[in-house]
């Protein structure tokens, strides 16, 4: 029997979204990334929101640099879900960490078989449109219900607010757990809080 003054374990539920374009996305999700990894008790979506389609939804991989890399991780994230989150990190790292493109099949390719994903299924689930229409779908539903206008945008219940960390895991004073549920925990209980800006960066 727990003692009265213990509190129940609740998992915490947010959503998160991204484009491998974006360099805070990728700091954000590297905390994520990190912090599942040590074992948080997070109920995570990711959501993806292209930052092209929001200009010009177009939803044709020739005119998206992102696109591919967003619907190869969708369909990661939905048919193999233990290989998502290394997939994850690796295809913010080919722009970011390796300088290539994002919208190069053999670049993306040769990214997620270095992290055991089975590449042919995934491009399957590309090719045959049910992908596309998944990232289109959650891409929309971002903008409507939570007027998503950027990455990455942290959503909990009815609050969204994008979020801007300077700093990866390895170089962030604040372990990656607390960062992000200090975050969720602000979204959530201090949503009269619009906007908190430093005047210059430390360094």
Same mark, same amino acid.
């Given at each position: 029997m727990a003692r009265a003054d213990e509190r129940p374990i609740v998992t915490l539920q947010f959503a998160v979204t991204y484009d491998y374009r974006c360099?805070?996305?990728?700091?954000?999700?590297?905390?994520?990334?990190?912090?599942?990894?040590?074992?948080? !008790?997070? =109920?995570?979506?990711?959501?993806? +929101?292209? #930052? %092209?389609?929001?200009?010009?939804?177009r939803w044709?991989? !020739?005119? =998206?640099?992102?696109?591919?890399? +967003?619907? #190869? %991780?969708?369909?990661?994230?939905?048919?193999q879900p233990d290989r998502f989150l290394d997939a994850h990190r690796a295809l913010f790292g080919i722009r970011h960490d390796r300088g290539l493109s994002q919208r190069d099949p053999e670049v993306l390719a040769s990214t997620l078989l270095g992290v055991g994903v089975d590449v042919e299924a995934a491009l399957d689930a590309v090719r045959n449109g049910s992908v596309t229409e998944t990232v289109r779908r959650e891409h929309e539903a971002a903008v409507a219900d939570h007027e998503c206008w950027g990455v990455p945008t942290f959503i909990k219940d009815d609050h969204a607010a994008f979020v801007r960390l300077m700093d990866r895991p390895a170089e962030s004073e604040m372990p990656a757990v607390d960062a992000i549920e200090r975050i969720v925990t602000m979204l959530d209980v201090w949503p009269g809080l619009n906007e908190f800006k430093h005047t210059a960066i430390s360094h």
């Open positions: 360099p805070f996305a990728r700091n954000v999700h590297e905390h994520l990334v990190d912090g599942l990894n040590d074992g948080a !008790d997070w =109920d995570v979506t990711f959501v993806p +929101l292209s #930052l %092209s389609q929001l200009k010009d939804p044709e991989v !020739d005119d =998206d640099s992102g696109l591919l890399a +967003l619907q #190869l %991780s969708i369909a990661i994230r939905d048919g």
